[in-house]
Nanobody, 123 residues
Framework: QVQLVESGGGLVQPGGSLRLSCVVSGFPLDDKAIGWFRQLPGGERTGVACISRSDGNVYYEDSVKGRFTISRDNDKKTVYLQMISLLPEDTNVYYC????????????????WGQGTQVTVSS
């Protein structure tokens, strides 16, 4: 059974940092792309960052470029999202998701999802 479990969320002041983790179980990670998403007000989830299979190409949504870094450890079956210089508008639930091989900007292209971890940026 495939499971994705996110952790690392919490309350942080503006300008602070957090590192999110997504542990994947149930299948190998090395041929998968992993994305981090957050939710828009209408309910749709939008991609924040994505890392493709073991060639490691990475993609970022414009508003997080230079502040967020996605990385993976295939041996630990874990994907990380390092977030620095956090802004109040980064407040959201962050989800990790998996699909085969290559990244996609669309949430509908991802096959497996975690339950999410809450990030709150507030003074």
């Amino acid at each position: 059974q495939v499971q994705l479990v996110e952790s690392g969320g919490g309350l942080v002041q503006p300008g602070g940092s957090l590192r999110l983790s997504c542990v994947v179980s149930g299948f190998p990670l090395d041929d998968k792309a992993i994305g981090w998403f957050r939710q828009l007000p209408g309910g749709e989830r939008t991609g924040v960052a994505c890392i493709s299979r073991s060639d490691g190409n990475v993609y970022y949504e414009d508003s997080v470029k230079g502040r967020f870094t996605i990385s993976r450890d295939n041996d630990k079956k874990t994907v990380y999202l390092q977030m620095i210089s956090l802004l109040p508008e980064d407040t959201n639930v962050y989800y990790c998701a998996v699909r085969y091989y290559y990244c996609s900007a669309s949430e509908t292209m991802f096959d497996y999802w975690g339950q999410g971890t809450q990030v709150t940026v507030s003074s």
